[in-house]
């Protein structure tokens, strides 16, 4: 396709998603209230109006809304390319994505039928009203969890991921390094060293950055203080490319929560805040099974961190509330999965009687929980806290957990991870797989959950910061190999698995950036 086609399609997808949208019929509102004002003329009618959306903040607000379709779209494609095609490209990834949906949804439906729990129930009226009382009290409530367990946890995912490969690949025929030493063995491109030197020039070892002690040319506090100056008239300008473009070399701990949710476009008006109110009644009307997968979790994980079991509260609510948002079905016209589908009672096998279930279509695994935790230091207003873990979840999250080829994907991070290792540090790598440590399997952990659970909270906000700032989640495969670069000479030691992994057990000391500046800009190349 050529360059002109290709723009118009692209505007043409925009403008059908944003029409018919609330910021749609609030321009339109505004463009007919302002034909009131004195200074809008007949004559240059069509001029008039525009510059008065521009003066208004009106215009900013439509490119704000621009910048995030552009963000969570489809990749072009030909036009007669099948759907699925648009999903995921590779078929023996497709294949593999449903294999493991059926497995989920299986286990799903297997506890369901053993614990006799249906999957969804409308609650008695007095339940309700328990509920509604004590919303912000959910963590004091202790429900006997002890026969659930996680539908799967990040070491089951593992093993499919393990387990791919391209049927139309021999790689016998390939005797390169990672063939032999890897557990990834599917041929998808990544990037090495000097690429991602290119594709991340902000984090050049000579350029101020927030999350580093010792700036190379700079006063720390100089640094901080213009940089903050900055940071503030980004916000006033209210321009996502210009904060996403600023986060870049991270957020000051004062302006990152407006940042964030400027970069995402997440907004906090009257709608979005009733919207959280009717998911919120969703919760309250109808229990559903996977409210206790959710439990659990919190229970699990976040429940015993230090840092986040104050937010206990937080995660029921906004956790809740997710699992009913159908508005994140919508992801899944980029995502390579499939929501999960259900039958109303006695209806099994009768398609018009299929429905999502849960009504998001994303089954909670061990971890889930994770993914909110950390914002729950940034924004203390549950309906703002709900945006922005929504728009975090359908930008990057579900790739953690999606079989896909795109560059941000579990796949590829796993395989961005091992080639860094095994290239820059092959006796490190080598060692380790010989004494039964396989760098990935210890690493795997951290990459599904981002860090998340992991770093101190200070430190996984400065990476989440360039998560943001690069719309892209690569930097999490960059760090887990920096953080063996670090620890190389305590692991070239071990001599089994069980010491390998203690050597890496605490990285809650680790500071994030200079390992991430170092490995990239000192390795030698």
Known sequence: MDGCTEVSLTVAHVVRRLRGSHLHSQLERQAKDCLHQPEIKLESLKEDVRNFLKTSGWERKLQNAVYRELHIQLPLSHPAAPPEHLKEPLAYMRKAQAGWEKRV????????????????????????????NKWNEMGTDEPDLSRFRPVYAPKDFLEVLISLRNPNYNSSEDVSVRSHWGLIQVPISVRDVPQLRQAYPELNLSAGQLGIDDHAHIHPDLFEKEYVQIGKKVLSEQDSAAAQQYSRRGCPTGLRADVWALILNATNQPQDVMYYEQLKAGVIQHDLLVDKLIYKDVKLTASNDDDYFVFEDFLYQVLLCFSRDTTVLEHFAYNSATPPRSYVQGNAGDGKCAVFYPPNGVIPFHGFSMYVAPLCFLYNEPSKLYSVFKEMYIRYFFRLHSITSSPSGIVSLCLQFECLLQTYLPQLFYHLRQVGAQPLRIAFKWIVRAFSGYLSTDQLLLLWDRILGYDSLEIVAVLAAAVFAFRAENLMEVTSSSSAEAVLADLSTLKVMPLIQIFLFATSV
């Open 105 to 132: 949804l299986k286990s799903l439906n297997s506890m369901s039928t053993e614990l006799e729990v249906p999957l969804a129930r409308m609650r008695p009226a007095a339940e309700q009203k328990e509920l509604e």
